[in-house]
């Protein structure tokens, strides 16, 4: 469990840091390969949006039939199907299979996950520690996203250290300050806040305002309350900076997370 294996630890000090993405660099969501095969592999076709597993002997793998979206394709999650075209969906599908598991980062998991809203990613080895990351398109979702909980924070390094289902309704999140641009060039743009109960897999829009005009920098700081906009124990903060017709530019969102004393 790494440094999260020191529960004390991780109270005290927990996150407290920036998440800061551009245009295709927010993570849809992550998957590792947890079957027993000697390697597993994931494939995303940007024009059709199938999501393909393969698994077995090292560079000869087939597709693991313990997914299927659709009942008649082996090992693809076709997000063209009725039952696989929200990326809470796909990451339900992908969860019931035994050898795979999945977590959404900078996404909702009512947000359609239809042809084009991942980018490609030729076949790719998820037989690692912290898995694979598989980007949003921004131009396909216009939105760029920012989750705020341990396992954002983890995902921005490269790694997490706590089983994605483990400990998480035990921490409350914090949101320090939203640095959006939005070069969005025609429509509207918004920042919304939303609010993720970890347990229920619930999410609600809690707040919404308009963007900076196009090309201009628009701060939204809370510095002036030391905690903050803090939320209930369990639950998480999605930053979303959307553009009607067109989404491009970078968002930067400052918070934190923690465990308060006593959960333990």
């Known amino acids: 469990m790494g ?40 494939t995303v ?12 002997v090292l560079a000869s793998e087939v597709v693991d039939p313990t997914i299927d979206s ?13 039952n696989a075209n929200t990326f809470g969906e796909v990451v339900d599908l992908i969860n019931a299979s035994p050898n795979w598991e999945a977590f959404l980062v900078d996404a909702l998991r009512a947000d359609a996950s239809t042809p084009g809203q991942l980018l490609t990613k030729s076949a790719t080895q998820a037989k690692l520690a912290y898995g ?13 996203s920012v989750l705020l909980n341990p396992i954002a924070f983890e995902a921005e390094l490269g790694e997490y250290g706590v089983p994605f ?6 921490f409350v999140t914090q949101l320090f300050a939203i640095l959006s641009l939005n070069t969005y060039g025609s429509g509207t743009s918004k920042i919304q806040i939303y609010e993720i109960d970890i347990d229920d897999d619930t999410e609600s829009k809690i707040a919404e305002w308009a ?10 700081n809370w510095f002036k309350d030391i905690d903050g906009m803090k939320s209930s124990i369990g639950k998480a903060f ?14 930067g969102v400052f918070g934190g997370a923690y465990c308060p004393s006593g959960l333990y």
């Open 3 to 42: 440094r999260w294996s020191d529960l004390a630890l991780a109270k005290e000090l927990g996150y407290r840091k920036p998440r800061y993405v551009i245009d295709d660099t927010d993570i849809g969501l992550i998957v590792k390969y947890i079957g027993s095969q000697a390697s597993g592999t994931v």
């Open 45 to 56: 076709t940007v024009t059709t949006g199938d999501i393909t597993f393969k698994h077995g």
């Open 70 to 82: 659709g009942g008649d394709d082996d090992g693809v999650i076709d997000v063209s199907d009725a």
């Open 132 to 144: 694979i990351k598989l980007f949003k398109d921004t131009s396909a979702c216009l939105n760029l």
């Open 165 to 170: 289902d483990t400990y998480y309704n035990s």
């Open 211 to 220: 963007g900076g005009a196009t090309t201009v920098a628009q701060l939204d």
């Open 238 to 251: 999605l930053v979303r900076m959307i553009g009607s017709a067109a989404c491009t530019g970078s968002l």
